[in-house]
C-alpha cells in the first residue's frame, strides 16, 4: 500500500481503515497539515482503497484552478453521479441541476446532495473525496457540512484535505481530524536519497534541515540545487520563485527586512531579536501579515508555508544573509546558543573563529536532539580547520552525531573523511566504533576484527573507545556468524581491559556502566564460554548514566544470546526509550534484529508489526541490505505463523536468489522458507531448508541462530520420515554448543519428536515441555509443545488427557492470532470428541467441490450408494472421499458430519 509515499504507512494505514469502515456505514475524515506535506496523496490513495473495496469513487478539489475549469466542486462532485443509469424524479433532477449551475442553497444544496448519495449508496458503497477544502466558498462548506450532518448509517466515506493546522471555518466541526505532519528525519534522509540529484555532505544537511521534512519542498529543493565549484548549491526553485517572489518584492522595504531576518532565524529566535536584527517595529509585520506570508503567534514569527520561508531566504542574495545572520547574532546575548551559529554563518570565508563558532553550534544542537543539525555544522566545523588534528576530531565527533540522527551513510562519510585529516587511533577509534557496528549489514564480505586489531597496535589508549570498539566487533560477528571470528571480541577485551579510565566527558553512546555487559557478552559468543549474562552486572551507577544506552543495549544483546527473550525485550525497549529521548531512536540497527525476534518469540506480534516497519526504513535510509533481508525474513516467518504461509512462500521464492550474502541474513531466510514449507504441509521441503542452516557435518552455520529452530526441524524430519536428518545435527549440537537451559530443553524436545513413540523416555520429555514454566514466555513455542505431547498421549489412546492440553493450545493460538494452527487444533479436538463453536468453515471450504456436495448428501443421511446414484459414483468412490475427508473436519465418523457442514455466508 502506498509504497511511494515515504513515510507514511501509519497515515496510509489509518486512512485505509477510515474508508474500509464506510463499508458497514459512514464514515468521515479530514486531513490538515502545511502545504506540500502530501495531504492530495494520501487523498489519492484512499480513492485507490475504495476502489480495491467495491466503492463509487467521486473525486474533486476546491482550488481556484479547478474552479476556473467550470462550476463549483459540489457541482463536480454530482455531475457523474447524475450520469448513473436509471430514472431519477423530476423534482431531484431539479435540484441536482441547481447544484450543478451553483445557484442552490446551502439547506437545499445540501439536502439535495444527501437525496442523491443515498440513492446511489443503497446499491454501490460511495466515496466523496474533496481536496484543497479550505479553498471553498462559504455556501458549498456550509453545503457539505449538512451532507456530512445528515448521513448516519449509509455506506459513504467522506474524506476531505485542507491546509493549515486547524478546520476550514464553516465546515462540520463533528469531522475526525488527522493531521498531516512533516516526515520524521530519517523519512526525509530515504526520500532525499531517491532523488537523481541528492546531494551530500554539509549540502545535505543543508537541504534537510531547509525542507523540514516537508517532502514537496525536499524533492523541489534537491531538484533545483547545482553543481558550484565541485559543490552543490541550494537556490530558489522555480515554483516558489513565480509563487512568492514577486509578492514579497511589492511589500514595504522594511517588511521585507523583517521577513528575511525571520526566514534566517528558522522560527528559533524571538521575535524582539528577529525585529532588532531588521532594524523594524512590529507595525512593519502587518503588511506580510496581510499577504497571508508571515504569522506572528506569541513571541514567534512564522510562515504559514514552508516555501514562503524559502523563497524570502533563498531568494536573497548570499551577501544579504550575511547580513541578515550577523544582524541576528548581534541581537542576541553573548552566551546565547544561537548566536554561535549564526556568526558561523556569517562568516566571509572558511577559518578557525568560524570552525569554532559552528562546533559550538553543534553542541547546542545536539543537546536538543538535533542531531542531524550537529553533524551538519561539525562537518562544516571540519571542512573550516586548518589543523588536520583538529578536523579529524571534528569529523569523528560528526560521524557520531550523523549516526545519532539515523543517518548512517553520511556517517561512513564522515569517517572516511576522518581518515584523510589524521591516524590518530584514538580519533578515529571513536569514530569507527558507530561505524563498525553496522559495516556487515552494509557488505557482508566486509569486517572490522583487522581494522580494530591495527588501531589497538598503532597504540589506542581511549578506554571508552576500545570498550565501544569491542561491542562493534561482537555485533559483527553475530552478524556475521564466522566461527573463525568468535574469539575476536575477547581478544580486543583482553587489550581494552589494560587501558586506564579516563573521566573526561561521557559519551552518549557509551558509557562505563556497560562494560561488563561487553565483557559477558564476548564469553556468549566465544567458542571458549565465559561467564552468564546477568551475573554481577552492576546498577547504573548515577542518575547522569541514566541517558547513556550502551549499558541496556549490551544487556538486552547478552540476554538474547541467553535465551531469555522478555529480558532482552525489556533491556533494548530501554535503550530504545533512552535513544528516542536523545532524539536517536535509529541509531544501532543491529538492535532491530534482535528486539524483533525477542517481541515474535514474547508473543508481542502487533509491536513487532511496528517495529519492523521502522526497521525497514532504516534499512533503506542507511543502505543496509542485510538488514533488511534479515528483517525480511522475520516478517515472513510471522507471516507463517499467522496462517498465511502461500503468501509468504509467494514473497520469498520472489527475492530468494537476489539478496546478500551473510549467515545471519541466510539462516533467517532458510528458517523461514522451512516453516512456510512446513505450513503447507510439505514437510520434506522444509527439512531441506532446516538442512540448510548446518554444515553438512551438523555444525551449525550460524553459532546463535541455527539451532532456535531445532524443534521445529524435528517437527517436520518425524512428519517427513526423515528422523536422520535431525539426529546427525542433534548429535554434533550436544558436543559442540554452548549450553543453556532454553537450548538442552530444545535439544531433549527434538530429540523425542524423532524417537520411537514407545520409548519411555518420549513421554517425560515432551510432558516437561508442556509443562515448563519457562516456555510459557514464548507461547506459540510452548502451544505447539502442548500440542506435541497431545498428539502422543492420542498415539496411545488417551484422548481424555489430551484435551486439556489442545484446549491451552487452541487458546493461545487464538489470541494470538495464528488461524492455521488454531484450525488444525480444533481438528484434532473434535477427533478427540469435543464439540467446538460452530462448524469450521475454512476447512470445510479445503475440500473440493465434488468432496463438499459429497459430505453435504452424507450430512443429510443419504447413504452411500444413494449418494452414489445421485452424482453417478460409484459407492466404493464415494467411501473413500468420505475415509479421507474425515480428518481434515477434524471427525471420526457420519454421526458427527452435521457438525462440520457450515450454512449460508
Known amino acids: 500500500m502506498a509504497t511511494d509515499l ?4 501509519v497515515d496510509s494505514e489509518h486512512i485505509a481503515a477510515s474508508v474500509s469502515q464506510a463499508l458497514h456505514g459512514v464514515a468521515k475524515l479530514l486531513l490538515l497539515g502545511d502545504p506540500g506535506t502530501g495531504k492530495t496523496r494520501l487523498l489519492a490513495l484512499a480513492g485507490e482503497v475504495a476502489a480495491q473495496r467495491g466503492f463509487r469513487v467521486v473525486a474533486g478539489s476546491a482550488s481556484a484552478g479547478s474552479a476556473a475549469a467550470g462550476g463549483t466542486i459540489v457541482g463536480r462532485l454530482v455531475a457523474p453521479l447524475l450520469r448513473r443509469p436509471g430514472v431519477w424524479p423530476a423534482s431531484l433532477r431539479d435540484r441536482a441541476e441547481a447544484l450543478v449551475s451553483g ?6 444544496g445540501g439536502l439535495a446532495l444527501l437525496a442523491i448519495v443515498r440513492r446511489i449508496a443503497r446499491d454501490q458503497p460511495l466515496a466523496i473525496l474533496v481536496d484543497d477544502l479550505h479553498s471553498a466558498s462559504r455556501v458549498t462548506r456550509e453545503t457539505l457540512t449538512v451532507l456530512s450532518r445528515a448521513l448516519s448509517a449509509e455506506r459513504v466515506a467522506l474524506v476531505f484535505a485542507a491546509r493549515g493546522p486547524l478546520p476550514p471555518s464553516r465546515f462540520d466541526a463533528d469531522v475526525p481530524v488527522w493531521q498531516v505532519c512533516p516526515l520524521r528525519s530519517s523519512d526525509a534522509s530515504v526520500l532525499l536519497d531517491r532523488q537523481p540529484s541528492a546531494p551530500k555532505g554539509w549540502w545535505r544537511g543543508e537541504l534537510l534541515r531547509h525542507a523540514g521534512g516537508n517532502p514537496l519542498v525536499l524533492i523541489e529543493l534537491a531538484a533545483a540545487a547545482s553543481l558550484d565549484d565541485g559543490g552543490y548549491r541550494l537556490i530558489l526553485p522555480d515554483r516558489m520563485r ?17 521577513l528575511l531576518s525571520a526566514a534566517a532565524a528558522e522560527g528559533a529566535d524571538h521575535l524582539a531579536t528577529v525585529l532588532a536584527a531588521a532594524g523594524a517595529e512590529l507595525a512593519a509585520c502587518a503588511p506580510a501579515e496581510l499577504a497571508g506570508l508571515l504569522t506572528v503567534t506569541g513571541d514567534r514569527a512564522g510562515f504559514a508555508d514552508p516555501a514562503v520561508r524559502l523563497a524570502c531566504y533563498l531568494g536573497a542574495d548570499f551577501a544579504e544573509r550575511q547580513r541578515a545572520h550577523r544582524a541576528l547574532a548581534a541581537a542576541l546575548p553573548p552566551d546565547a546558543e544561537r548566536r554561535h551559529w549564526h556568526l558561523a554563518l556569517a562568516a566571509d570565508q572558511p577559518d578557525e573563529a568560524a570552525a569554532s563558532a559552528l562546533e559550538t553550534a553543534a553542541a547546542a544542537a545536539a543537546g536538543h536532539g538535533d542531531h542531524s543539525a550537529g553533524a551538519a555544522a561539525l562537518e562544516r566545523a571540519a571542512d573550516a580547520s586548518t589543523d588536520d588534528e583538529r578536523a579529524a576530531r571534528r569529523y569523528a565527533t560528526a560521524a557520531r552525531q550523523a549516526a545519532l540522527a539515523g543517518d548512517h551513510a553520511w556517517c561512513r562519510e564522515l569517517v572516511d573523511l576522518g581518515r584523510t585529516r589524521s591516524a590518530d587511533p584514538d580519533v578515529l ?32 589508549a581511549d578506554r571508552e573507545a576500545a570498550f565501544g570498539l569491542a561491542f562493534a566487533a561482537e555485533v559483527d560477528v553475530l552478524v556475521s556468524g564466522d566461527p573463525r571470528h568468535r ?9 581494552a581491559g589494560e587501558l586506564p579510565a579516563r573521566f573526561g566527558e561521557p559519551d552518549v553512546l557509551f558509557c562505563r556502566s556497560a562494560e561488563q555487559p561487553v565483557v559477558l557478552i564476548s564469553g556468549a559468543i566465544s567458542p571458549r564460554g565465559g561467564p552468564a549474562v546477568g551475573s554481577g552486572v552492576p546498577a547504573l551507577e548515577d542518575k547522569r548514566d541514566d541517558v547513556f544506552v550502551s549499558q541496556p543495549l549490551a544487556l538486552g544483546v547478552g540476554e538474547w544470546l541467553e535465551d531469555r527473550p522478555s529480558a532482552a525485550m525489556t533491556q533494548l525497549k530501554r535503550a530504545r526509550h533512552l535513544l528516542s529521548r536523545a532524539g536517536a531512536a535509529t541509531t544501532c540497527p543491529f538492535s532491530y534484529v534482535v528486539l524483533l525476534d525477542a517481541l515474535i518469540e514474547c508473543g508481542l506480534w502487533r509491536e513487532a508489526d511496528e517495529l519492523a516497519t521502522e526497521a525497514e526504513t532504516v534499512a533503506v535510509a542507511g543502505a543496509f541490505p542485510v538488514l533488511r533481508r534479515t528483517v525480511r525474513a522475520q516478517v515472513l516467518s510471522l507471516l507463517t505463523r499467522r496462517g498465511q504461509a502461500d503468501a509468504a512462500l509467494e514473497q520469498l521464492t520472489s527475492w530468494e536468489r537476489r539478496g546478500p550474502g551473510g549467515r545471519m541474513a541466510e539462516c533467517l531466510v532458510q528458517h523461514a522458507f522451512a516453516r512456510a514449507w512446513a505450513a503447507a504441509g510439505d514437510h520434506a521441503r522444509a527439512c531441506e531448508h532446516f538442512e540448510l542452516t548446518f554444515e553438512p557435518g551438523g555444525d551449525a552455520a550460524h553459532f546463535a541462530w541455527s539451532y532456535r529452530a531445532i524443534a521445529e526441524f524435528a517437527r517436520s524430519a518425524a512428519k517427513a520420515d526423515r528422523p536422520d536428518a535431525v539426529l546427525r545435527v542433534l548429535e554434533r549440537m550436544e558436543r559442540t554448543t554452548r549450553t543453556t537451559p532454553r537450548r538442552a530443553a530444545l535439544f531433549r524436545h527434538a530429540v523425542a519428536l524423532v524417537s520411537d513413540p514407545a520409548d519411555p523416555d518420549v513421554e517425560s520429555a515432551l510432558r516437561a515441555v508442556a509443562t515448563a514454566k519457562e516456555g510459557r514466555e514464548r507461547p506459540y513455542e510452548h502451544a505447539f509443545g502442548l500440542v506435541d505431547y497431545a498428539d502422543w498421549l492420542r498415539t496411545r489412546r488417551r484422548d481424555r488427557d489430551a484435551r486439556p492440553l489442545l484446549a491451552a493450545a487452541r487458546d493461545t493460538f487464538v489470541r494470538l492470532g495464528a488461524t492455521r494452527d488454531a484450525r488444525e487444533v480444533r481438528i484434532r479436538l473434535r477427533a478427540t470428541g469435543v464439540p467446538q463453536d460452530g462448524p469450521d468453515r475454512e476447512a470445510f471450504e479445503s475440500l473440493t467441490a465434488q468432496q463438499q456436495v459429497i459430505v453435504k448428501l452424507a450430512a443429510e443421511g443419504l447413504t452411500n450408494r444413494e449418494i452414489a446414484a445421485r452424482m453417478g459414483l460409484s459407492p466404493r468412490t464415494v467411501g473413500s472421499h468420505l475415509y479421507q475427508i474425515y480428518p481434515k473436519l477434524g471427525i471420526v465418523s457420519r454421526r458427527q458430519l452435521h457438525t462440520v457442514v457450515p450454512g449460508p455466508a
Not at 515515504?6 to 504507512?9: A, D, F, K, L, Q
Not at 569507527?432 to 598503532?458: F, K, N, W, Y
Open 6 to 9: 515515504v513515510g507514511r504507512v
Open 103 to 108: 445557484s442552490a442553497e446551502p439547506i437545499a
Open 242 to 258: 513565480r509563487e512568492h517572489s514577486r509578492r514579497i518584492a511589492t511589500l514595504p522595504e522594511a517588511t521585507r527586512r523583517v
Open 429 to 460: 577509534g571513536r569514530a569507527l566504533a558507530v561505524e563498525a557496528q553496522h559495516r556487515r549489514l552494509r557488505d557482508p564480505s566486509t569486517g572490522v576484527l583487522g581494522e580494530i586489531r591495527a588501531l589497538l597496535a598503532r597504540g589506542l
Open 487 to 495: 574469539a575476536g571480541p575477547m581478544e580486543i577485551l583482553a587489550a
